[in-house]
């Protein structure tokens, strides 16, 4: 996948007024997306007005993952202490459960909203709520004669 690096706005949005903000975090996510690793897996599940990130972790402590929201990013992030294997009672013959450091970006609409977050049997469980302001609601315009 190439990188977007440049972009003609008046092809894209003639007829367009405010959108310079959303085709910014368009070519941030594309960025992101090209540089991802795909580690680690998750979902997003959407009900309505609510959806829910569920990112499985196993072998993860909850102590060493940062959940941080900024700039309508959502950004999970895990960094392990160094592990001794010295410490361990024996030697690993294979060390499939990965351990590594990772950082996950999600790109949110303004409107969306972090409820809270869960971590149990290694998943973790982010919530968050599409909140519509009632200038954003459908309403019904009077047309007004002389």
Known sequence: ???LTTLDFNKLTP???GF???IDDMFRYANHQSTSTGYPPYNIVQDGNE???EIALA??????????VAEGILTV????????EKNFPGSFLHR?????KFSRNFTLQDDVIVQDAKFENGMLYISLERI???EKKPRKIIINSK
């Open 1 to 3: 996948m190439t990188r």
């Open 15 to 17: 007829y367009a007024v």
């Open 20 to 22: 310079d903000k959303v």
């Open 51 to 53: 959806y829910q990130i």
């Open 59 to 68: 072998g993860v402590k909850e102590q060493d993952l940062n959940i941080e």
């Open 77 to 84: 992030s895990h960094n392990p202490p160094e592990v001794d």
């Open 96 to 100: 499939g459960i990965a351990q590594r």
């Open 132 to 134: 519509i302001p009632e």
